[in-house]
């Protein structure tokens, strides 16, 4: 009987617990309880800006691109840069690619550039995306380069794709999309604002 009582207490407990979790969390929460293995975490599309006096330290990475190439945070010194973390299998990962392509085009000629992270896939993987979707601009291999996830740890997780950066010309980061970005308009204006700061 005693036995019964402490395991009804448990689950009161436990079950108080788990309430107090929610809040800011639900939608996370929601997520994991659907169970769907869709192997991401999605965002609410927030879109954070820093102000320029309030910036960190430079974001500072070298990974091996799709084509076998070497890319670094060096090839975009004083060049403004967006940052794309995605996989082929994530589906707003798929829903923004339009969008991001035509940002890429749209704020290239002005000086951006765009530079994709994909943190799953094989090379055949991703090229098969790339083509799919039209996407123009270079990414990189994360799968099996842990010294290239540590670089962005700051700033995205693996598990919160697809997160979109936007690094100014000293290589820190000025804003951050949590989730699909939703309007290319929006990342179009910060981009461009990004480029006419002085520095």
């Not at 436990?14 to 969390?25: I, Q």
């Not at 997520?31 to 006096?53: A, H, K, L, T």
């Amino acid at each position: 009987m005693m036995r019964k009582i402490l395991a009804s207490v448990g689950v009161a407990v436990l079950a108080l617990s788990l309430a107090a979790c929610t809040g800011a969390n639900d939608d996370l929460v929601k997520q994991y309880e659907q169970g769907d293995g869709q192997g991401f975490i999605s965002g609410d599309g927030r879109v954070q800006e820093i102000p320029e006096g309030e910036r960190t330290d430079a974001v500072a990475f070298t990974g091996t691109a799709i084509d076998g190439s070497t890319i670094s945070s060096d090839d975009y010194a004083g060049e403004v840069l967006v940052l794309n973390f995605w996989y082929a299998a994530c589906g707003p990962c798929r829903a923004e690619a339009s969008t991001l392509e035509g940002a890429h085009q749209a704020t290239a000629p002005a000086g951006a550039n765009f530079l994709g992270v994909n943190i799953y896939d094989s090379p055949e993987q991703a090229t098969a995306f790339e083509q799919t979707y039209g996407i123009t601009y270079p990414s990189l291999l994360a799968r099996k380069d842990a010294d290239l996830k540590l670089a962005f740890a700051d700033w995205t997780s693996v598990q919160a794709t697809p997160t979109t950066l936007v690094l100014d010309r000293e290589g820190r980061v000025a804003a951050r999309f949590i989730g699909q970005v939703q309007s290319g308009s929006i990342l179009e204006t910060i981009v461009n604002d990004v480029l006419d700061e002085s520095s």
